[in-house]
């Protein structure tokens, strides 16, 4: 059959390998210059910086992926254990490096929270069965039909912890307030807030600290361009530079897309890799769209966004490794502004990437490519973004970065670019500038994601981190495997 795919981000490439694989003419069309949507890089002055996912981890879902495609992983890239994976910052001083040894997570805890001892070890135990609960029922399942449905463990479904929030159970373990912040964090993974989202979100920790951390030696844009090769060798033919003006379709199916220089492509099958939300109300005609699915979508709370400056400095800071986290002083108070007040936190959790930590070649000798992400708000009238206003947040920041610890890094910066919400927006039409599709923020909210088939148009797929079963590297894969599997139970050729 004749495919469309709508988007060369992670979920679109992989989707593309998997029916191109499967014998269909697959035809990719991107509307931005490069292919990988949010995973992308930059390279100015001498510095490389990935513009979005920093962490792999589930590496088995992507040697799984080229395993289903006829090709051997390793003759594309090599991925490798992060130590420590993370290092986190306190304002009282206090350090935490997490590693995928327990015993060395034990060990430090001794030092700052002995009393917290024996609840990280039942914590982690906890997020362990949440994982096994959740995986063949949620992860693994594309949750379409009614033979999705009948073959899951009911018992497993009522103990995945959804009625309690990330907060409250975090809190019923750990008395510290490092410990406390440290697993709340987690829920920030899929852009929602601990303090809304639900406990089932506990399973990140597992998936992290058990299954390990990775990084992909040179960036992990790499993945995008091993996709990019594997495609190629699969006879996908990929065209970038060329934005989607809307899906054509006839008698409620969908029959190509018309590209916004008029140019009509045809096709039996289309797989959007764009925004769930654009695809349903912008992408699609409205008269394809029944009215409760129109309110149903303009009713989902987006996930949060970003503020990132991208810093090429001349300095090396010994304190900083791979993946390094400065929190916040109150937690709570910061998610209340970005959700609720809809504004940017006076005092923020900073993350900031140092790729140069292990690949020396992103910045020029004895310099550093700093990656610094702090969660925003999706796009709203309280925060417009124009220049003087990222200007002045991007001070903010660096200031309290050099407060704790990256003395005269203003100084220092020989390169720097900022990335706002609206960025985000006017490059890959996320919702409102989201970055992961919808929040969390609600019991169930993670479970009722727009799935990988649409119910209102036939013939019309959704992949990527918008779309059932979540954002994040090894989550929008299985997307992909889902729209795969889904193609090949209800399409014929």
Same mark, same amino acid.
């Given at each position: ?17 998997? /029916? ?13 210059d ?8 930059i ?52 350090r935490f490096?997490?590693?995928?040894d ?5 060990? %430090? ?7 917290? /001892? ?82 089932? $979100?506990?399973v ?9 951390g ?30 989607? &003006?809307?899906i ?8 190509? @897309?018309? &590209? &916004?220089?008029?140019? /009509? ?22 008269s394809? $769209? ?50 609720? %007040? ?5 005092d ?21 490519n ?5 969660n ?15 200007? %002045? ?27 706002t ?8 039409r ?18 009722? &994601? ?24 090894? /989550?929008? @894969? ?16």
């Amino acid at each position: 059959m004749k495919v469309i795919v709508i988007g060369a981000g992670l979920g679109g490439l992989a989707t593309s390998c998997l /029916l191109a694989y499967a014998g269909h003419q697959v035809t990719v069309l991107e509307k931005n210059d490069q292919p990988g949507g949010k995973i992308n890089e930059i390279q100015a002055s001498g510095y490389r910086f990935d513009t979005g996912p920093s962490l792999l981890t589930m590496p088995f879902v992507l040697e799984s992926l080229f395993e289903r495609c006829g090709a051997d992983l390793e003759d594309y890239l090599a991925i490798k254990p992060l130590s420590p994976i993370c290092r986190y910052f306190y304002k009282n001083g206090n350090r935490f490096d997490c590693y995928q040894d327990a015993c060395l997570n034990t060990a %430090q805890i001794q030092t700052f929270a002995p009393e917290d /001892l024996s609840a990280y070890r039942r914590f982690m135990e906890y997020s362990r069965k949440l994982y096994h609960r959740t995986k063949e029922a949620f992860l693994f399942n594309p949750l379409y039909g009614f033979s999705d449905i009948k073959s899951l463990k009911f018992s497993d479904f009522l103990k995945i912890d959804a009625f309690k929030t990330v907060d409250q159970r975090v809190d019923r373990y750990f008395e510290s307030p490092e410990l406390r912040k440290f697993f709340k964090r987690f829920a920030t993974y899929n852009g929602s807030s601990p303090y809304q989202a639900p406990a089932t $979100l506990n399973v990140i920790p597992h998936v992290e600290l058990s299954l390990g951390g990775y990084y992909i030696p040179g960036g992990i844009y790499r993945l995008i361009k091993a996709l990019v090769s594997l495609a190629g060798t699969l006879g996908v033919t990929l065209t970038t530079g060329k934005e989607i &003006r809307r899906i054509v379709t006839e008698h409620g199916r969908a029959v190509g @897309v018309e &590209r &916004r220089d008029g140019q /009509l492509h045809p096709a039996d099958i289309v797989v959007s890799n764009a925004d769930a939300h654009e695809t349903y109300l912008n992408i699609l005609d409205s008269s394809d $769209l029944p009215l409760g699915k129109k309110k149903k979508l303009t009713s989902l709370e987006p996930s949060c966004s970003g503020f990132v400056l991208l810093l090429g400095i001349n300095k090396t800071y010994p304190q900083l490794v791979h993946h390094n986290i400065f929190f916040s002083e109150n937690y709570e108070r910061e998610f209340e502004q970005i959700f609720k %007040q809809q504004q940017m936190p006076e005092d923020p959790t900073i993350y900031v990437a140092n790729t140069s930590h292990s690949d020396p070649g992103h910045a020029p000798q004895n310099g550093s490519n700093l990656f610094v992400l702090v969660n925003a708000p999706y796009l709203n009238r309280k925060t417009p973004w124009e220049a003087a206003q990222a200007e %002045q947040y991007s001070n903010l920041v660096i200031r309290e970065l050099e407060r704790r610890g990256l003395e005269k890094l203003k100084d220092h910066i020989c390169y720097s670019k900022t990335i706002t919400p609206s960025d985000f927006y006017r490059k890959y039409r996320s919702n409102k500038g989201s970055i992961y599709g919808t929040s969390s923020n609600s019991r169930f909210s993670a479970f009722l &994601r727009p799935r990988n088939k649409s119910r209102s148009v036939e013939g019309l797929y959704l992949v990527g981190g918008s779309t059932h079963p979540g954002g994040g590297i090894p /989550l929008v @894969v299985l997307s992909a495997f889902h729209a795969a599997e889904l193609i090949g139970r209800y399409e014929r050729s």
